[in-house]
């Protein structure tokens, strides 16, 4: 089928596909002007620590405002860096400024989304490990997450790229966690740090069964092998509370905060401070 649908759009000639690739081309050369530029920003989204409600992390995410034509999301852009040897330099790009970033928030650990095109690379735990010696940041706080798509397909280098990262002190996240075939048998092999379950599976807990159960079923799988759970897309507080029941130890989602600004995650930790301090003060009287 696939092979027939390639004849036809090579027989066929559609104007509509120039304009495409055109369309295309252009975005892909604003994309490479502004990593270039230094011109992507980073939003950081609070990640929740379920027993405490407390802010003990943030997931770094990319973000281009492009000239002309205002916010483009990353679920577009990023593919489009992948086909086109841009993924390097972006990725490079956000892991060195989160790091930077997160210095300033000791009590924090910084996550950062890697691309299969940067996992691939053999040289990337090298990359990694030069951007932690420049930005000085404790590896431990680091948190890399990365997709299933690419492991099925190279489980042997999979496993070693995993490998090489631990070993430089870092963590490593398994992200999007069922949205795809994923099957947590072979999570194990792996060595992940910590899964995140994907936001379809939590969107509809509340008003399914089966799909409440199969979220269940996934973090007491997880648990099981000791794999600690986060739960992503938390967009109300009865989620919360249901994910957190059933075993989620970190949340994150608009209910908590959306992406944000460095300077808000700043703020907030402000408060939270403030909020200790006021608290503790009877006692210390
Ligand atoms: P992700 O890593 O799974 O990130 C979570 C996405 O869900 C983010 O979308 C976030 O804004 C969104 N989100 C968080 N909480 C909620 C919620 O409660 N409701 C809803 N509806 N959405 C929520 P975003 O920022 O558009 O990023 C989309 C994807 O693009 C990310 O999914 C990640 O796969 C990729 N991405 C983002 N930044 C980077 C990056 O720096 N490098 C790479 N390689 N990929 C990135
Ligand atoms: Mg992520
Ligand atoms: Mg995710
Ligand atoms: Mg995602």
Redesign the pocket.
């Known amino acids: 089928k696939a092979k027939e649908a390639g004849r036809a759009r090579m027989t066929l000639y559609d104007p509509a596909m120039d304009a495409d690739r055109g369309e295309r081309n252009a975005l892909e050369l604003d994309l490479r002007m502004a990593i270039e530029g230094g011109d992507l920003q ?2 950081y ?1 609070p990640l929740i620590d379920a027993p405490t409600h407390q802010m003990t992390g943030v ?4 973000r281009w405002n492009r000239p002309g034509h205002g916010p483009v ?3 577009t852009f ?1 593919p489009i860096a992948e086909t086109s040897g841009l ?1 390097e330099a ?2 490079l790009f ?1 892991l060195r400024k989160a790091c930077e970033t997160a210095k300033q928030w000791p009590e924090l650990r910084i996550s ?4 299969p095109g ?1 996992f691939r690379n053999p040289a990337f735990a090298d990359y990694v490990r030069y951007v932690l010696k420049q930005t000085e940041i404790e590896a431990k706080r680091v948190t890399l ?1 990365v ?1 299933e798509g690419y492991m099925i397909q190279n489980p042997q280098r999979t496993r070693q790229a995993i490998e090489r990262l631990k070993a430089l002190g870092v963590k490593v996240a398994l ?2 966690f069922g949205s795809g075939f994923s099957s947590i048998g072979y999570l194990r092999q792996f060595g992940f740090d910590r899964i ?1 379950i ?2 379809s599976l939590v969107m509809d807990i509340l008003e399914s069964d089966s799909q409440r159960e199969m979220l269940q079923a996934t973090v007491a799988l997880a648990r099981s092998l000791d794999i600690p759970v986060t739960a ?4 109300t507080e009865e989620q919360a509370i249901a994910v957190r029941l059933f075993g989620c130890d970190t949340l ?4 908590f905060g ?2 944000m600004p460095a300077d808000q995650i700043t703020e907030r930790l402000m408060q939270a401070r403030a909020a200790k301090v006021t608290t503790r003060r009877p006692n210390a009287a």
Do not use: C, H
């Open positions: 980073i939003a989204q997931e770094a995410l990319v999301s990353p679920e990023i993924i972006l990725g956000v950062v989304n890697v691309s940067q997450e997709t992200d999007d995140k994907d936001r992503e897309g938390i967009e994150q989602g608009y209910f959306r992406p």
